[in-house]
């Protein structure tokens, strides 16, 4: 069969499985969706909280959501309830081409929300990308054949500027970044700037900041304050007006495999996703 024909039945099984979950797209609709990487070199800053729930968050406000894991660490994916090590196909098997984009997606248990998961294997990918032709492109040149099917489109990367963070930022329209309110925020920042200007000269022109996320906000403390107040003062770009503070709640859900809206719908953590996405989906209409 050729790539074309073996495309058009992919789709066909694909649309099926939609109708079959009574979802309203067909081929002629095509969104015009915007796909947001969340980066962040700084480990353990709430990029996978963040990709999780304001995922979930945007499909509680009926958006049709594609959530992609880039990170080998599968955060995303066990945050989703998936079982990592059950995985047949992955991001890892996808970018090295041994299977399509359609076949690396899974439902999750939550309709109009789909994710490409990852796990350990996506590790050694970095390696194995380097003798590629296009490698900081391979995830785009995927990406471009369903990005018209979902309204958002999810990255989470991993805690470095690596070959997948580089693939995900030249698939992204925008780069969001969430910032941990403590002491070495600032710490590395300008150096992910400089990555995406990098990025943006070289490799995807499109791309732009989407903004700056704080997370893990205390209330309780001054540092948090003067986190915020020092970034809002060093930092040329857009900054959401919801800030996430820390809340147990957020840390809970990912072992019980639900993202917080469904987890503890009440929390301040829920209230404060429901609120980014809200931001979100206004900077898309404005
Ligand atoms: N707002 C929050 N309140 C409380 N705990 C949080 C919050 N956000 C994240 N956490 C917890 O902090 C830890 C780090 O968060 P998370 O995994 O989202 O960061 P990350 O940037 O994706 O990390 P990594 O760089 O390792 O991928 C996790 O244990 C998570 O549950
Ligand atoms: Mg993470």
Redesign the pocket.
Known sequence: MSRMAILIAETEGFYSNYFAHGYNIAGKDKIMGRIIAIA?Q?????????AINLSACLVEKGKKVLTIDM?P?G?TTSGFGLEKTELKKTVYELMLGECTIRESMVQTEIDNLLLIPSNVNLAGAEIELLDMDDKEYILKNEVDYIKEDFEFIII?C??SLNMLTINAMTTADTILV?IQCEYYALEGLSQLIHTINLVQTRLNPNLQMEGVVF??YDARTNLSLQVVEDVKNNLNTNIYKTI?????R??EA?SHGLPINLYDAKSA?AESYRLLANEVIEREEK
């Open positions: 962040n700084k480990g353990g800053v709430g990029k996978t909280t963040t990170d660490q955060n989470d991993p805690p969430p997370t893990m996430i503070p820390r809340n147990i957020l840390a990912p953590g």
